[in-house]
Every structure is written in C-alpha cells, then in structure tokens.
C-alpha cells in the first residue's frame, strides 16, 4: 500500500500536479467540445430548440450536481484515508459511496417524472418549446443512472491517483456522444430523425457506456487497485457516511448552484426577451471551454492535497495549491483574451440569429471580464474540499454564483436590462475570491 502511493509525497510537486491534472484538463476540454458540438446539432433545429435545452439545463445540472458532489465527498474521504494509512476505511468509503450513489438513482428516476413538466412551464409560454423541453428532460433526468455512477467511479479512480484512465475513459463516453448526435437527431445511417431526443438519447448513452467501460477497468485491475469495492464493506456506518457527505452536500449544492443560478436569471432575461434566455444558456456552454479545463488543475490538486494533508506533508500541500492558483490562473487569461477580441466568431459557431449574435458578443465581453478573478475562489475551493472542509468551500461558491449575482444582476437590470445581469457576473467573481483570500488565511493557519 505504501508503495502503490509513496509518489504522492515523492515526487516534484509541480511535475505531481502536472502530471494528475492534464489528463485531467484534456478529458474536459473533450467535454467541453462535447458540451459545444451538442448545441451546434441542436441549433440547426432552430432557435426554439436551442432554448428549450437551456430551459432543460437547471435540472439536468441538478442530477451533475448530486453526481459530482457525492463523488468529491467520496474521493476526499479516500485520499484522506489512504494518506493515513487506514486502506480499510478507504474500501469501506468506495463502497459505500457507490451504495448511496444506486440510492440517488432511483430518487432521480421519481424527480424526474414528477417535476420536469411543472418546473419548464414557469419559464416558457411557448407550446412548442415547453414540449421539446420536456422531451430532452424527461431522457437526462429520469435515465440519469449511467451519469451518476460513471461520476462515482470517476472519483474513485481520481482518488487513488489513476488520471490517465479517467480522462480516457470520459473521453470515449463524449466521443460516443459526438458521434451518435448527428445520427440520432437528424437520421443517418438508416436511424429515424429523433431531433431533440436523439440529442438526449445520445448523452444518456454516451453516459452508460462510460459507466461500463469503468466496470470493465476495475475488474482488470482489481487485484492491484489501491481500494476495494465489495459487499463486505457495504456497513453504512455513521462515520464515513458522515465524512462522505459532509464534503459532499457542500460539493453539490455548489455545483447545483448554476442550476438555480440560471433559473432564476431565466425568470428576469425572460422579462426582455427570449433571445436573451438563449444567450444566457449558450454562455454557460462556452464557458465550460474554461473553467472544465480548470477544473481539471482541481480534479488533480484534490487528490494530492488530501494524501499529504492526512500524511501530514504540509509543506507539499502549500505548495500544490500555489501552483495549482498559477496554473489556473493561466487558464483563465486565455479564456479571457479569447472572449474579449473573437466573441463574435464564437456565436457564430450557433448558426446565431442577428439579434442573438449582437446580444451573445455583449454578454461574453462583459462576463469574461471575471474569468481571471475567479482563479482565487475555484482553486481555495477545491482545495477545501479536499481538506474535507465542506463548509467553507460552500460559501466561496455561494458568493460566486448566488448571494451577490441573483440580487446584484436584478437591481442593475432594472437601470441597465440585460446587461445589468452580465456585470454581475464579474462582481460576484472579485467579491467572492476576496472572501475566500480571508477564509484561507483564517482557516488554513495550521499549513503556514
């Protein structure tokens, strides 16, 4: 056991992030293409179905969230357990994990058929659009299983340090969803033209074969795997479900967030136009082009951070965060070049509409303006997560994307419309990084 994972307070700390996290960035970088190619097919359907995906996108990131959340709370209690030396607990937080996670399926399959009707009729008035809707959500929520349980294993995997197997393993679930979009939505190879639910289709199968792939991997390697997924371990005891979800619950409500963030937004943009709800819902595509691949440079700090933090090395961890803030930051200066000189050849990639183009350029100049800001908060979040410090990492989220951006955008729309909800954006952004400077400095006294 020492051995399997002796690297992680061996090696350089830069080559050590490097090497966990660009796998990881590159897997996302195919998501985000996967996120962008999606809403490419389905805007050649027209815009009413491109904004009956971005009405679909709230609870669709409802079923991410859990997902994410409980996998982060997983691989942060499995870090932390194999830095201690406890393989035991680490085996018992894995299966666990994935236990509780067969749990939020079900519950999903219910939500789904339940909510997804009721919820769509409150931001649209358009019968057609509320049916193309409904069709997409109905598919992504209630057939959500192969999502959270790939996300489980992903985070397993993450957590023993096994990057290169998780950026290729979510890279053929997107890639099979790229391919099969265009098949399935305008009828190729002798399938029926499904339209928006080919495109639905498509991502719930990408998902499930992923899910499969991983099963398949595990098996291969179980014998050497550095955690154990087995009934025998299945004990629900109160401290690790405890442990798992004290980091998990903060992990998805943060990244639920974007799900209320947009809904709420929704409900105002609504107010001007329609065009601007499918602005906003295209921005939140393009933006995973980076903050995904930042979120990467997290996916590989976590792991690190959480192994030397209960190894005691407080020293590399210092050090993986400093680095960690300079990669992201990197990320994010060329996120906002790219937003601020090329917005219009980017809406352009949407087929967009005149009055969308106009309104699309104006929207990512001014958004962007937080991309670099944002560094400081997404990578002290991470990092608390992996500390398993949930709460703090909750309230950097929180600041970020709904205690300044909801009530901010709303007062500025008033004297400024749209463009009052795009300046919120990078206000929030600047508050909430300062806020999380303070939060650090205050809470992680013990790693000066």
């Not at 519950?107 to 049916?131: H, K, M, N, Q, V």
């Not at 991997?217 to 690790?240: D, N, W």
């Not at 350029?361 to 992996?386: C, D, K, M, N, P």
């Amino acid at each position: 056991m020492e051995k399997t994972h002796d690297f992680m307070k061996t090696r350089p700390v830069f080559g050590l992030l490097m090497s966990m996290s660009v796998p990881m960035m590159l897997s996302m970088l195919i998501q985000s293409l996967y996120n962008i190619v999606d809403s490419i097919y389905v805007s050649r359907l027209g815009t009413k179905a491109l904004t009956a995906v971005s009405l679909a996108f709230p609870l669709q990131n409802i079923v991410l969230s859990v997902a994410v959340g409980v996998g982060v709370g997983i691989s942060s209690a499995i870090s932390i357990h194999l830095g201690a030396g406890k393989r035991e607990d680490a085996d018992r937080c894995a299966t666990i994990g994935m236990a509780l996670t067969v749990i939020h399926c079900l519950l999903f399959a219910i939500f789904g058929l339940l909510i997804t009707r009721p919820f769509l009729s409150l931001f649209t008035s358009d019968p057609e659009t509320l049916e193309m809707a409904c069709q997409y959500t109905y598919i992504v929520v209630c057939v959500s299983f192969g999502c959270l349980l790939q996300i489980a294993m992903e985070k397993i995997f993450q957590a023993v340090g096994a990057m290169k197997t998780t950026m290729i393993l979510l890279a053929t679930g997107c890639i099979i969803n790229i391919v099969l979009d265009p098949i399935l939505i305008f009828g190729l190879l002798g399938f029926p033209a499904m339209g928006i639910t080919g495109a639905a289709a498509a991502t719930v199968i990408g998902q499930i074969a992923a899910f499969f792939l991983y099963i398949v991997v595990y098996l291969k390697k179980r014998k050497t795997f550095p955690v154990t997924i087995h009934p025998k371990y299945l004990s629900f005891e109160p401290r690790l479900i405890r442990q798992i979800y004290s980091v998990g619950i903060p992990s998805t409500i943060m990244t639920a967030l974007p799900s209320v963030l947009v809904s709420i937004l929704n409900g105002i943009l609504a107010e001007f136009s329609d065009i601007y709800v499918a602005v906003l819902g295209v921005y939140f595509k393009l933006q995973t082009f980076i903050y995904m691949p930042a979120n990467g440079i997290v996916q590989g700090l976590r792991p690190i951070v959480g192994y030397n933090y209960g190894a005691g090395e407080n020293t590399r961890v210092r050090s993986t965060i400093r680095y960690g803030l300079l990669c992201t930051a990197a990320i994010m200066l060329v996120g906002t070049i790219a937003a601020l000189f090329f917005p219009k050849q980017i809406f352009s990639l949407f087929e967009a509409e005149d009055a969308l183009l106009e309104a699309g350029v104006t929207a990512l100049r001014i958004i962007s303006l937080g991309f670099l800001i944002s560094s400081v908060g997404i990578v002290y979040a991470g990092t608390f997560e992996a500390l398993g410090k949930g709460k703090e990492s909750l309230i950097i989220s929180l600041l970020r994307q709904f205690i300044i951006t909801i009530p901010l955008g709303f007062i500025l729309s008033r004297f400024l419309g749209p463009a009052g909800i795009w300046i919120a954006f990078p206000l929030s952004e600047l508050c909430a990084s300062i806020a999380a400077q303070i939060l650090y400095n205050r809470k992680l006294r013990f790693l000066s």
